[in-house]
């Protein structure tokens, strides 16, 4: 792990900690910027946490992978309240997994949620494992075969080109048709294609490239944009 941003020099233990050198000290490390939240930001923004507490207005659900590099509110510069999450291995949008259900439902017929983004992001642990599988992991694979047609897809279009593919762009390819994959899985479900037709909600695929910060929109089939 190599950490260049400059830190004060106090920080030092946290930076060590950071790298694995101490065991539980990140837990302590949570605390201890909790405490720092509460004294520094909440106190200079009261009136905005306390409005917050209130009520939530968000108007994006983001379904994201659980990958602890892609921090929403941090890539996206937004604020407790704007956006409503829900992440997972993979950002895997699965008719059976109630937890997700839930999550839509609520987005969609309680919050009044006008905007779903998928987003999905190159270097993903969880679509490495459905490349390369050949671990002893019970969950993973039965997770993951939500997403087994992306890979199926991509392997289909290579093998019709003919070509040699640099195993890195099929893999980044392979995100890419995740996200368009999950964006199907998605409009399964009735009261989101309800409200689409209804024009009450839109949905949007996106790529989270970590070695620049950007997002891409991925092109779904049959639109201009994602
Ligand atoms: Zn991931």
């Known amino acids: 792990m190599v950490l260049t941003v400059p830190q004060a020099p106090d920080s030092e233990i946290h930076l060590y ?3 694995g050198g101490e065991r539980g000290a990140m837990i302590t490390t949570l605390l201890e910027g909790n405490k720092r939240f509460v004294s520094e930001t909440f106190e200079k923004e009261k009136e905005f946490f306390i409005t917050l507490a209130k009520d939530q207005k968000p108007t994006v659900l983001w379904i994201g992978c659980s ?3 892609v921090p929403v509110n941090t890539i996206t510069q937004t604020r407790a309240g704007e956006v409503f999450v829900h992440r997972n291995v993979g950002n895997i949008v699965a008719n059976n997994d109630w937890n997700l259900s839930a999550v839509l439902e609520f987005s969609i017929n309680h919050l009044q949620i006008p905007d779903i983004v998928i987003c999905g992001h190159y270097g993903c642990g969880g679509i490495h494992a459905l490349v390369n599988e050949n671990s002893d992991d019970k969950y993973i694979p039965i997770w993951l075969s939500n997403a087994y047609k992306a890979k199926e897809r991509v392997d289909e279009k290579i093998a019709a080109l003919h070509i040699e593919m640099d195993p890195e762009l099929r893999m980044n ?3 890419e ?5 999950q964006l199907e899985h998605l409009q399964e479900y009735p009261f989101v294609r309800k409200a689409m037709t ?3 909600l839109k ?3 996106w790529v989270y490239d970590m070695g620049n ?4 929109v991925v092109k779904m089939s049959g639109q201009p944009g994602g």
């Not at 048709?177 to 994959?181: H, K």
């Not at 910060?213 to 891409?216: A, M, N, P, V, Y």
Request: with cysteine; charged share 40%.
């Open 198 to 200: 209804d024009k009450k």
């Open 213 to 216: 910060g950007e997002i891409k």
């Open 203 to 205: 949905i949007h695929g």
């Open 173 to 175: 390819l392979i995100v």
């Open 177 to 181: 048709e995740n996200v368009r994959l």
């Open 67 to 69: 990958d602890s590099r």
């Open 17 to 19: 900690s950071r790298c």
